[in-house]
């Protein structure tokens, strides 16, 4: 008996992309059933698209701001309010504060593992986040 592959419907990011063919299908597809990586780390990592390009396009599909952090200057005071193994694990940078709300860069915003860093960050700090 053949198996059957998942019926995999394409929508947000994925869907533009390949509807801007900047991305086969295929591709779209293989990276939305890996398991390991969000979309966008697959996508990155595997070398289907320049990862500035795609951060550029996510931002504007998302609707929020893109920051280049090669030119942030961090505050160490706010990094140090978490370890930084949790910074690296959750993949997200805090940018600056703002009273007591904490702007967060995070790596990849269709993921559900960096918005749930969010929450984490927010319980950890007791600082708002954006």
Known sequence: MATKTPQIILSGLPLRLVKENLLPTEIAEEALLNKKVSF??????????DGDKLALIAAQEFGIPLIDIRSVK??????????????????A???FSRGNRIFVAISDPSSKIDRDALDLIKFKTGMHTD
């Open 93 to 95: 940078i805090p940018i």
């Open 40 to 49: 966008v780390s697959y996508i990155v990592q595997n070398r289907h698209m």
């Open 74 to 91: 961090l505050d160490p005071e706010l990094v140090q309010k978490l370890e930084q193994s949790f910074w690296e694990q959750y993949k």
